[in-house]
Nanobody, 117 residues
Framework: QVQLVESGGSLVQPGGSLRLSCAASRNIFSFYNMGWYRQAPGEQRELVATITTRDSTNYADSVKGRFTISRDNAKNTVYLQMNSLKPEDTAVYYC???????????WGKGTLVTVSS
């Protein structure tokens, strides 16, 4: 079992920055690809960014150049640095861990990011 806990969500002004954290209950990064997803009210959950076990990254087109995903292996923590935030970034952000050898996924409970008008 893997437990994921997100933190860092808050209210922020348009153009501002925010850093989200995802803490894993144990060292999993050698066998799990990590990702950030988000879900706005009335919409489907969508991919924001991913980072593989080999540190390859991928971003949704809507956040390229503004968001950066990274991880600290010693702290078992994945981060999402969000800059130049827009109102359309408002959503609940979820952390995901996907086992590279199977279909097992783990999800955090989510953290709310609100970008004011």
């Amino acid at each position: 079992q893997v437990q994921l806990v997100e933190s860092g969500g808050s209210l922020v002004q348009p153009g501002g920055s925010l850093r989200l954290s995802c803490a894993a209950s144990r060292n999993i990064f050698s066998f799990y690809n990590m990702g950030w997803y988000r879900q706005a009210p009335g919409e489907q959950r969508e991919l924001v960014a991913t980072i593989t076990t080999r540190d390859s990254t991928n971003y949704a087109d809507s956040v390229k150049g503004r968001f950066t995903i990274s991880r600290d292996n010693a702290k078992n923590t994945v981060y999402l640095q969000m800059n130049s935030l827009k109102p359309e970034d408002t959503a609940v952000y979820y952390c995901n861990a996907a086992n590279i050898y199977g279909g097992m996924h783990y999800w955090g409970k989510g953290t709310l990011v609100t970008v004011s008008s």
